[in-house]
């Protein structure tokens, strides 16, 4: 065969090689492109249904419009009253707009109130209520009831509320906040609303720090529907993802959205102080200690000033209350004396019963929410007492001799240690709290 013919064949031979080759790699891409849009096809499908799944919830926990109507029809009936019934319901400066609710039980939602200020003629406001299908129809107290008996109703509701105790104030205080019009009488709606307002444990508990900064301050109520200031952050850190968004977004993906959400070190730092002097505020008040059984990062939020509002007040308990339902509680181990997430006993081996004393102290649990909250980006001359006083902080239990002396010191030491680093702000040029 001529060379001339042998060359040719043998190029004919390499292109068909060629492209056999390339036909089999297109093949391939294609098969992965084919499986890439079935992926993707399916995860958008599985998106769409997580996301009509979370808002039929919604649509079934949000009832802000049923329950304005609900309240307001029986307060045209004179069945119920409020200082704020009649921006409510007839002037219509109180409106409700986005629903917070997490679950049926208890509402919450955004609005504004309407006002006659020139600076801020909508001032944002918290709507709260708690749908207690025991007193619905609001008939407590009865027909025929006394002041006297509205005074034993709310006794006995405390002591079973906190513990047994004198609340002879905290009764008064109730009763004169009940008296809406202030005529040193409680008339049957006066009294029916705050009955109602009482049966949500957060209101009760707002009623026991009535004057506190560290919590939203209540502007009024109509019923047992409640209004308190509002907030601009309702988690102390990251960013409350839908549902649909939480099922897709890698962890590494939300993490960073939360780092890049959360607010500069001095502005964490005043947050920190502020829920560290709730924790003072709140151990051995008026009505004893109160711990925080349930209180997480979704539960403390904060103004726009950066004041930080502890959030989910239901979560909050009586120290008294909480070692009585322990010691009543059988137990074989300590995991058996668990009450909420944070709010622990031991298990006495001898009796078969929780012994009751809660052994982690408020201090340790926010301790734990704030220790990678502070910790990141902290400035390097603190950082490493920082870690060190957090690290310490953390390991407090009622087991150490010392240790009411060790959580007061460690109090002060980092509510010193964060204001030192804050107190030359001009945000934060306020008088450093004694």
């Not at 079934?60 to 319901?89: A, H, T």
């Not at 900064?213 to 502007?219: A, Q, T, V």
């Not at 109160?290 to 909050?316: P, R």
Request: proline content about 3%; charged content about 25%.
């Amino acid at each position: 065969m001529p060379v001339a013919a042998e060359r040719q064949l043998d190029s004919m031979k390499v292109k068909g090689t060629t492209r056999h080759f390339l036909l089999k790699i297109m093949g391939r891409n294609s098969m992965r492109v084919r499986h890439l849009l079935i992926l993707w096809l399916l995860l958008f499908l599985a998106s769409w249904v997580v996301y009509l799944t979370y808002s039929g919830q919604g649509s079934q926990i949000c009832r802000g419009q049923q329950i304005k109507s609900y309240i307001c029809q029986n307060y045209e009936r004179g069945v119920i009253g409020g200082p704020v019934c009649q921006e409510l319901c007839q002037e219509n400066k109180l409106q409700l707009t986005r629903c917070l609710s997490k679950d049926a039980e208890n509402q919450v939602y955004e609005g504004y109130w309407e006002t006659d200020s020139e600076t801020e003629p909508r001032h944002p406001v918290l709507f709260k209520y708690h749908m207690d299908l025991g007193n619905a129809g609001y008939k407590k107290p009865e027909t025929g009831s006394s002041m006297d008996d509205f005074r034993i109703m709310i006794t006995a509701y405390l002591n079973r509320k906190l513990g047994e105790g004198n609340y002879e104030q905290l009764q008064t205080k109730i009763v004169n906040i009940a008296d809406i019009n202030h005529d040193g009488k409680v008339s049957l709606p006066e009294a029916r609303s705050m009955w109602a307002l009482l049966q949500g444990e957060e209101f009760l508990i707002t009623m026991v720090l009535p004057n506190s900064e560290y919590i939203p301050k209540m502007l009024g109520f109509c019923g047992d529907l409640y209004v308190t200031d509002g907030l601009t952050s309702y988690r102390l850190y990251g960013v409350d993802f839908p549902a649909f968004v939480e099922f897709l977004f890698p962890t590494r993906i939300k993490n960073s959205i939360n780092s890049a959400a959360a607010p500069d070190w001095p502005k964490k730092a005043h947050i920190g102080v502020g829920l560290l002097e709730f924790v003072e505020e709140i151990f051995d008040g008026p009505t004893g200690n109160l711990l925080m059984c349930d209180v997480n990062e979704l539960s403390i939020g904060y103004n726009g000033n950066f004041d930080v509002k502890v959030l989910n007040l239901a979560d909050i308990h009586s120290e008294k209350s909480i070692t009585a339902v322990l010691q009543d509680r059988q137990c074989r181990t300590a995991g058996d004396c668990i009450f909420g997430a944070n709010c622990r006993s031991f298990c006495d081996s001898d009796t078969g019963h929780c012994s009751g004393e809660v052994v982690r102290p408020n201090l340790q649990r926010v301790c734990e929410m704030l220790y990678d909250f502070l910790l990141r980006s902290a400035p390097s001359a603190i950082n490493t007492q920082l870690k060190k006083d957090l690290d310490k902080c953390v390991a407090l239990e009622k087991t150490s001799a010392n240790m009411l002396m060790d959580h007061s010191l460690l109090l002060n030491e980092l509510k010193d240690l964060l204001w030192k680093q804050i107190s030359n702000s001009k945000q934060f040029m306020q008088q450093k709290k004694t």
